[in-house]
Every structure is written in structure tokens, then in C-alpha cells.
């Protein structure tokens, strides 16, 4: 469902409150993907609902038994840690013990065990790191938090500066706003997404001079940049391997002018 | 597993450790209780629950006018916090938000997937043609914060019967349009007009969201 900026904007109340037609919703949602502005707007809808629904005595009791009753069922429950080393029964110890002298550990228990312990490594292998993507995307994001906020602020500034980057056939654009104290941001864009190996950075051109402003990563969203030189004719982004590199290697992806102070 | 989180109190019947872990988790932030609830601690999503279960079930209970199923509802967004605490993203708000917009989208699904819909149209379009809806009492009861009543005070009844039909009936702006007997382009406009202007409202009476967020 192709619709306009204007449109989506106009939707964004009646999606924030789940009251759009599900073909309205996706086209919504893969806006919001792009578009900072919109995103923070729906958030406050959400916000403003929920004060709505702001409320009530305390759930109830037995429901929340069932709910952790729920948390001890499999499927929702974390990976089973240690206790599986209880694989390896203890009547099954204790018969092979009664079987052989039990001065040293007889060989099929030790291979079991060690089968066990290979188990438990594997397992726990898998809960780490499936742990430290749960923890470690959510700081992440709680970090992300103070760079939506400044480029909220830099929208908001009266001051700054206003950039419409464009590609030649104009189908591609980025939005940057760049305050006078040079902290810059795209704020809005519809950049392809890169693979991993490469990144979109940053470029102001000072007379024919493309000076590197900023690395933006593969996927932008929200990306701040600082552009301290003065001078400045022209914003523009291309695509580098990732890391970034010092001379651009490629033409703009998107570029614009920066409006005359 | 940890006891029913109706207060801090009854967190812990026992020792000095198990208390101060409890209120450790009292002080904690939303964000970082969600942290917890990542690292798989049971009772940091038993004070989620103690803090937001309440309003996640009255809102549940209003869209869907069913106990039980309200009861699911709480049930399953509560769990889902559990199993994907990482779809929580405090970029786009508050805990509080975040786990009533899970409510009020999963209620709306099943009253959507509900055949006895159409019966339930067509009885409030009959309340709302004879004038038998009442707004201020019937609806916006769930709204008990004296700055929230000032904020929807401040909407004009329009903008309040827009949104209290989507927000609270679980209906889509065009069956609004049908219900009301106005174009859709007004409803849509007047849904989002009247959140902001709620929005602001609400930002002026120096309800912050932090204040929001604990009820």
C-alpha cells in the first residue's frame, strides 16, 4: 500500500489506538522504520492512550499464580542449566560402582560423564549467548534512547539548519538537521540497508573537498555526525566499506546544499 | 517461585536478604527491571506485574467486556515480556506503554476475529443513535488521575467520542465514521487531533511519564 508522507501522518492517531485496516497498518509500520519524527509521534499517541488507561485496583492475585505457574511450563521457561547433570542417574552410578572395584572411576561412567559435561557446556554455550543478545540489545537501545532525544532537540531548534539529500533520480533522500554548534543528525531517510561488511558515511564538501563528517553504519535510522569545518557547500552520504574510509570511493548515494545562513 | 506480588510486604515471608533483594527491585527503574526479567529473574517480572498488571487488565477488561478472555489477555502479555523481553524497546516509550499497547492490540484482534461482532456494532450503534452512551461515567472511569480527567476534560466532545469508540470499543476509524455517521477523513483527523491535544494537556499539568508509569 503506496501512501504519501502526509497520509501516513494523518494515520498515525488512528494506528497508535490499533484503529487502522491491517493493509494501512503495514504501510505505517514500515514508515515508522524510517521516520524518527513519525516514530516519536505514535510513542506519544501510545503514551497519551495509556494515561487513558492509567488505572484500577491491582490485578488479581491467581492471576499472576497462573502466569508464574506459565513460567515453570517448558516452553517458557529458560533453558534447563546445571540439573542436567542429573542425566547420569544415580542408581546407574551406583550399579556400575557395585560391578566394579570402586577405587577409580570405571571407564563407561567417566565416558558418560563426560558426555554429560559436554552437553552441559553445549547447552549452557546456547543460554549465554542467547542471554547476552537478550541483555546487550536492550542496553543498546536504552543508550540509542539519548541519541532520538538530541535529535529531537536539533529538530526542534529554530536555528538549525535544514538538509534535503537527494539522489540524482531523486528516489532516494535522507533529512539532516545540523545545529550551529555543528552537531548534526539524519533525522529521517529511506536508505537502502548495507550488508555487513559496508557503511554509509558522511561527507562535507568544502569547496571541491569531500571532508569525512561522520560514519553512519550500515542501517542509519537516527545517526548523528559533527560538522566542525566552516565552509560548508554540501552534505553528502556514500557508501564505504564498513569502518569508513578517508577519500570517498564511490559517488554520492544521496547529496544536497545546505540552505545559505 | 516468588509469592503473589500484591506489595512489597508480601514479597518475601522470610529473611533479611530476601527483603532487601525485594526492595532493591522496588527502587529499580522499568528499564532495568525489564534487564532483569532478560536475565530470567522471575521476580523482577513479579514487580512488572505488581506495577502494571492492574491497568493492563482494566483495559483489556473494557475493550473485550469479558473476564475471562481479559484474563488471557493479561495472562499472554505478560508471558510474552518474559519469553521476548527484547521487544520492549524504551526508544518508543515507557514499559507501561509498551505492555498496554500489547493489551489493547492483542484485545482488539480477538474482538476482530470475534463473529459476534456485527451484534455488538449494531447494539452501540443503537446506544450511541439514542444518546444512551455515557461518556463521562460509563468510559472514562478507567481514567481515575485527576490530570488525566483535566486533559480529557479539554477535548471537544467530537475528539472524546472518537477516540473512546477506537481506544475503548476496539473499532477502526472507518466503522467510527459508520457509527457516528461522519466522513472517515474526520474521524481519522479528530482521533489524532484529540490525542494530541490530550498529549499537551497532560505535559502542562506536569504529569511527567515517570509519575505515569507507577500507579
Known amino acids: ?261 | 517461585m516468588t509469592g503473589p506480588p500484591v506489595g512489597p510486604q508480601s514479597t518475601g515471608a522470610a529473611g533479611s536478604e530476601e527483603g532487601s533483594v525485594a526492595s532493591a527491585l522496588n527502587d529499580m527503574s522499568d528499564g532495568g527491571l525489564v534487564v532483569a526479567i532478560a536475565r530470567y529473574r522471575e521476580d523482577a517480572l513479579a514487580e512488572a506485574y505488581r506495577r502494571h498488571a492492574g491497568a493492563v487488565f482494566a483495559l483489556a477488561r473494557r475493550v473485550l467486556a469479558d473476564l475471562t478472555a481479559a484474563e488471557e489477555v493479561v495472562q499472554e502479555v505478560f508471558l510474552r515480556l518474559w519469553t521476548q523481553p527484547d521487544k520492549f524497546d524504551p526508544e518508543r516509550g515507557s514499559l507501561r506503554s509498551y505492555l498496554l499497547a500489547q493489551t489493547h492490540g492483542r484485545a482488539v484482534d480477538l474482538l476482530r476475529s470475534d463473529t459476534s461482532r456485527r451484534r455488538r456494532e449494531e447494539r452501540e450503534a443503537r446506544q450511541t443513535a439514542e444518546g444512551g452512551y455515557d461518556l463521562e461515567h460509563e468510559v472514562w472511569d478507567l481514567a481515575v488521575a485527576e490530570q488525566v480527567k483535566q486533559a480529557v476534560a479539554v477535548l471537544p466532545a467530537a475528539e472524546r467520542r472518537a477516540i473512546e469508540l477506537a481506544y475503548f470499543g476496539g473499532h477502526t476509524y472507518r466503522e467510527v465514521a459508520t457509527l457516528l455517521g461522519e466522513p472517515e477523513g474526520t474521524v481519522k483527523s479528530r482521533i489524532r487531533a484529540g490525542l494530541k491535544r490530550m498529549h499537551a494537556a497532560l505535559k502542562s499539568s506536569d504529569l511527567t511519564d515517570t509519575d505515569l508509569a507507577w500507579s
Open chain 1, 1 to 261: 500500500m503506496e501512501l504519501t508522507h502526509h497520509e501516513i501522518e494523518e494515520l498515525l492517531g488512528a494506528y497508535a489506538l490499533d484503529a487502522v485496516s491491517p493493509e494501512e497498518a503495514g504501510a505505517v509500520g514500515l514508515h515508522l522504520r524510517h521516520c524518527p519524527r513519525c516514530r516519536t509521534e505514535v510513542a506519544e499517541h501510545r503514551e497519551t492512550a495509556a494515561a487513558l488507561a492509567y488505572a484500577g485496583s491491582p490485578a488479581p492475585p491467581q492471576l499472576w499464580r497462573r502466569i508464574a505457574a506459565d513460567l515453570a511450563a517448558e516452553d517458557a521457561a529458560p533453558p534447563p542449566a546445571l540439573d542436567l547433570a542429573r542425566v547420569v542417574s544415580r542408581t546407574e552410578m551406583d550399579e556400575r560402582r557395585r560391578r566394579r572395584p570402586p577405587r577409580s572411576l570405571p571407564l563407561p561412567v567417566a565416558a558418560a560423564m563426560a558426555a554429560v559435561a559436554a552437553a552441559v557446556i553445549a547447552v549452557l554455550g546456547v543460554q549465554v549467548s542467547h542471554l547476552d543478545d537478550r541483555t546487550e540489545r536492550l542496553a543498546g537501545a536504552l543508550e540509542r534512547q539519548g541519541l532520538d532525544q538530541a535529535a529531537q532537540a536539533a529538530l526542534l531548534d529554530q536555528s538549525a539548519r535544514r538538509i534535503d539529500l537527494r539522489s540524482e533520480d531523486g528516489a532516494v533522500f535522507a533529512e539532516a538537521v545540523v545545529r550551529d554548534n555543528g552537531d548534526g543528525f539524519i533525522v529521517r531517510d529511506n536508505l537502502p540497508g548495507l550488508g555487513p561488511d559496508r557503511t554509509y558515511q558522511v561527507w562535507a564538501i568544502v569547496g571541491d573537498r569531500p571532508v569525512s563528517v561522520g560514519v553512519l553504519g550500515n542501517d542509519p535510522g537516527v545517526a548523528a555526525f559533527t560538522m566542525s569545518a566552516p565552509g560548508v557547500d554540501v552534505l553528502a552520504v556514500t557508501a564505504e566499506p564498513a569502518g569508513g574510509v578517508a577519500v570517498p570511493t564511490s559517488d554520492p548515494v544521496v547529496s544536497g546544499a545546505l540552505p545559505v545562513n
